[in-house]
């Protein structure tokens, strides 16, 4: 019987439709796999084509020099930094300049090395970038909403394919977003208490959808997956400002981050996936009701008219199977 | 400059990035195209399968008694027919059986005619159905929401070849169409408008983003479209229920949408598309602050961690332009 469980944070009902589901393993994407060059020398993100990136905002270096990771503004920003941010309305017609921040974050200078198959030190860095281009963007008076995400493989959106990753700005905040804070509040208001706290504490108790976890993260296939293997990252340390982040939490997010990334990677023959860190701005961090977490999803089926016409999704893959399959597999030397 | 526009009716913000812009022609997708054959041998849809397609549920045929358009259970269901929808609650665990209707409209006999090309009474006979398993759907006191799509096209989800629609009653309202109805109610509560009438009207006056009207129906590209050549149909009667759709209005409303779909057809070369009805149930269909409509996405361009991450869209065309473009495509003789 196929089952319709209720997503408490994103509000939103998913269809769990076992009957459709296929194994786990049948998920690996029979995909023509191009073997990519160390180094490309058209590809704008490889070392020394510093004229393709100008105005290089923060960086990485090695012992010699060398950048390792670094962030530079995109070329094809949807965003433009000049500008003022003031509402305009003709009756029904509401607009804004379109003002804001958009950075790519360039993850290795190895054309050909995704994030899955990164040391453990320079994912740390990548995320070193992450919150450091966070933090930096919401200087900006004018900056209301920050998102960091990344795109890997074509299905899951990439035009470029040097791994990275890009940061964006925005002048708004976007009305989903607010949304799901007006829902964790009233949560908080109505029990006292946390929503993402106790939700984290039901997958630990539960345990059967739990991935991977540490001292300071847990990575978890949540109970209401909008689709498979789609996997949340919970800080342990109540929080609602990824910008606040310490220096052992991060280098314990990359642990988890590489753990959860490699199960996908050799489980499921390298998927196309999204990641997302969800967060609200510096001044919100010390808010009671929200928590900031990172969503991994992996783009193993596609959304269509349904989706489009009802916000909901079908999952044809047991959340409970998803994760037990990405706890058993077996994982080369790190 | 880029700028950014309120969709007043999804709640969203829209990045509406001309600096990134395409001229719209060049949307038109070079993809490899297959010629269809008139019928397949293997096509359960196709006529002579009627083992494929058990429990017609609705036909119109021809005066031989040759049928024209038939709808039948879909046998992939994500739903199932029997069961109680009792909601069962863990702790933040909410979930109830996976209990409702889920159908497939075959549009015509012939395998290889989309609704574009399809003549207009056909098509007129493609809606009938579509009422018609609305009002159905309805009927089954389990269900709490009905939702009617279509997709056309590999990029736009669809999986089999010969032109069919789906329709789907759940046993839960989608938490994003409970939004839009509080968003609803509180604009009508406040100004004391339907927030779709007051929208029609403004579009109306302004006319640059119309590209087809009639006595019953408009079609054009919201001010805040989420993508390009995205189309909204409207009615101008006000209902907040499709099943109460008058035949003189089913018949402008097969007008406005097949002149749509022909301008989409032959001025970008027969694009994917995603159809949807959004319509609240018939007990609801005399409140005065919802309005039922019909959205058509052309899948020109894709979705990916910006918009997971965010629930908005950046639209690389102006919505004027997208207009003016479908607005002066020749069309051959209908």
Redesign the interface.
Known sequence: ??????N?V????V???T??ARRPEEFAQARERKALPRFSPTCPFCPGHDEAVPGVTFEVADGAGAWLVRSVPNK?????PD?DTDRHDL????????VGRHEVIIETPAHDVPPALLPLGMLQHVLDAYRHRFVAFYKDPRVE?V?????HGEA???SLEHPHS?V?G???V????R?RIEDALRYYGDLGAC?YC??LG?ELADGVRVVAENASFVAFVP?AALSPFHLWIFPRRHSADFGAIRDSELADLAAVLRDTLRRLHFGLDDPAY?????SLSPEEGAVKYFHWYL?L?PRVS?????E?????F?NTALPEASAAFLRNVTLPEA
């Not at 999204?274 to 969800?278: D, E």
């Not at 596609?302 to 349904?306: D, T």
């Open positions: 019987m196929p089952e319709v469980r209720l408490q994103t509000g939103e009902w269809i769990i439709a009957e459709r094809y920003s949807a965003l433009m500008g009756g029904l017609k509401t607009f804004l300049s379109g909403h998102v960091i995400f990344k795109n899951a959106g990439t890009q964006v925005m002048p708004v976007p009305g989903q977003v949304r929503l106790r939700l039901e109970y999204n990641v997302v860190i969800r969503s999803v596609k959304a269509a008219g349904f489009l016409g009802t916000g909901m079908i």
